[in-house]
């Protein structure tokens, strides 16, 4: 019965279990509950992290600020159109209202730059996110290779 609770979690930490999104359960930081982290593995010096975060208070929260060891530096982006194309720009945080806030390609997402490592060929990746009430969390976000999507942010 343990065994059965711990050995999901043991994979979801490995990231062997990448693929499978749902089998990993939420990180819970105060009233935030935070969903499906992952990060694609990267071509050149620069990635994006992405991940779902839900908050259960009426309260609403803020994602001000993220690290990871493997970046020499981490933005939140988000994308705007500009004359037909789509660019990213820096946001200053990202606001976790009463919605689930989707960080996802295309959109929001944490940019993270001059990368240490291509992360190819690994299960997982720990982020730290920290939020202006809810505090820093510690997050493993999955290496994953986007289904059905082009290799662009
Ligand atoms: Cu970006």
Redo the contacts with the bound molecule.
Sequence with gaps: MILKKIVPLFLCAMGIISGIADACPPVKIGTLSIEHPWVRPSTGPNT?AYLTITNMSQDPDKLIRAECPDATAVEL?NHIEEDGVMK?RPVPFIEIGKDPVELKPGGL?I?LMGLKDSFQGKGSVPLTLHFEKAGKVDVNFSVKIPENKPAA?
Excluded: G, L, R, Y
Aim: charged fraction near 15%.
């Design positions: 994006a982006h990213m997402h940019m942010e």
